[in-house]
């Protein structure tokens, strides 16, 4: 991909991006997992509030799984809410009737532990939510362009929803970090 110019007025969304470009490859890239949950906080810190992602990566693993199973319950919601609020066209029912059904098929391979199959599934309800409410296509070379003007947290989030689609590493992920990944999108787009 290509990189992006950008004029002095929106250093922001530069910064922003410059950053998650820095901070991402080092969260997939090492094996400690202690330094990849640093990491995942350090992304997150950009993608939401400051401080606000610890509490789903770093405790004890009971107070972990409750944090996250209310995370993931608050993703449901803001999702189900959108795609049942978002007007569209006759036509394009059938996007909101698919991201319905990615929504369902990633809850179950979630609750079952199948976090790099629920990653693809992520990334489809992500991609026709992006559909639904910009009428643009995510893989087309101008919408993070577009994105990042809107919102440089939402342009920050399609740019990683990207790395997901094409990752530097075809192999599939640990499902730890496949778990994390997760867990940085659903907080995303929890947080909004």
């Known amino acids: 991909m290509s990189?992006?110019?950008?004029?002095?007025?929106?250093?922001?969304?530069?910064d922003l991006l410059d950053a998650a470009r820095e901070?991402?490859?080092?969260?997939?890239?090492?094996?400690?997992?202690?330094?990849?949950?640093?990491?995942?906080?350090?992304f997150a810190n950009i993608l939401?509030?400051?401080?606000?992602?610890?509490?789903?990566?770093?405790?004890?693993?009971?107070?972990?799984?409750?944090?996250?199973?209310?995370?993931l319950a608050i993703f449901r919601q803001n999702v189900g809410l959108l795609l049942g609020k978002t007007w569209v066209e006759d036509h394009d029912t059938h996007k909101k009737d698919d991201a319905?059904?990615?929504?369902?098929?990633?809850?179950a391979e979630v609750s079952h532990g199948e976090y790099d199959r629920a990653l693809v599934h992520l990334v489809n309800i992500c991609?026709?939510?992006?559909?639904l409410l910009f009428g643009e296509d995510?893989?087309?070379h101008d919408f993070l362009d577009y994105v990042l003007r809107i919102d440089p947290k939402l342009g920050v989030f399609y740019w990683y929803m990207d790395q997901l689609?094409?990752?530097?590493?075809?192999?599939?992920?640990?499902?730890?970090l496949a778990m994390?990944?997760?867990?940085?999108?659903?907080?995303?787009?929890?947080?909004?």
């Open 138 to 140: 995510p893989a087309n």
């Open 127 to 131: 991609d026709l939510i992006a559909r």
């Open 23 to 42: 901070i991402y490859p080092r969260l997939t890239e090492t094996e400690n997992q202690l330094l990849r949950k640093q990491y995942a906080c350090a």
């Open 180 to 192: 994390i990944q997760l867990l940085l999108a659903i907080y995303a787009l929890a947080s909004y």
């Open 100 to 107: 319905e059904s990615e929504l369902a098929s990633f809850t």
């Open 165 to 176: 689609r094409h990752p530097a590493h075809p192999l599939m992920p640990s499902s730890e």
């Open 48 to 71: 939401g509030s400051p401080g606000e992602f610890e509490k789903y990566v770093l405790g004890n693993q009971g107070d972990l799984e409750d944090r996250r199973q209310r995370l």
């Open 3 to 14: 990189e992006i110019a950008y004029p002095a007025e929106l250093s922001i969304e530069a």
